[in-house]
């Protein structure tokens, strides 16, 4: 049963910025820390980023500085990933989970065109 749903990505140029959604349910929500990984073609899945439940926020060490923002509104039990001045290395299949992961949904297309 997939209990984390992501959302809000397409196809965009190059520059452009998407902000993709993570949504669940309230009990996960408010206990556990939400991840964000990408799995571009032919790659396997890689970690981006992570927000706990109280807002701290970590970035993986290749993260292009200040183009990524993770948060998250506590009203909507949702967690966001902005990404700016998207690039076509940023095409990806995009993921939200938590950790230890539960089921995988289907993940969110990004495609940038240059």
């Known amino acids: 049963q997939v209990q984390l749903v992501e959302s809000g990505g397409g196809l965009v140029q190059a520059g452009g910025s998407l902000r993709l959604s993570c949504t669940t349910s309230?009990?996960?929500?408010?206990?556990?820390?939400i991840y964000w990984y990408r799995q571009a073609p032919g790659k396997q899945r890689a970690f981006v980023a992570r927000?706990?439940?109280?807002?701290?926020?970590?970035y993986a060490a290749d993260s292009p500085k200040g183009r990524f923002t993770i948060s998250r509104d506590n009203a909507r039990n949702t967690v966001y990933l902005l990404i700016n001045n998207l690039k076509p290395e940023d095409t990806a299949v995009y993921f939200c989970?938590?950790?230890?992961?539960?089921?995988w949904g289907q993940g969110t297309q990004v495609t940038v065109s240059s």
């Open positions: 989970n938590t950790f230890p992961p539960r089921t």
């Open positions: 309230g009990s996960i929500f408010s206990t556990d820390d």
């Open positions: 927000i706990s439940h109280s807002g701290f926020t970590v």
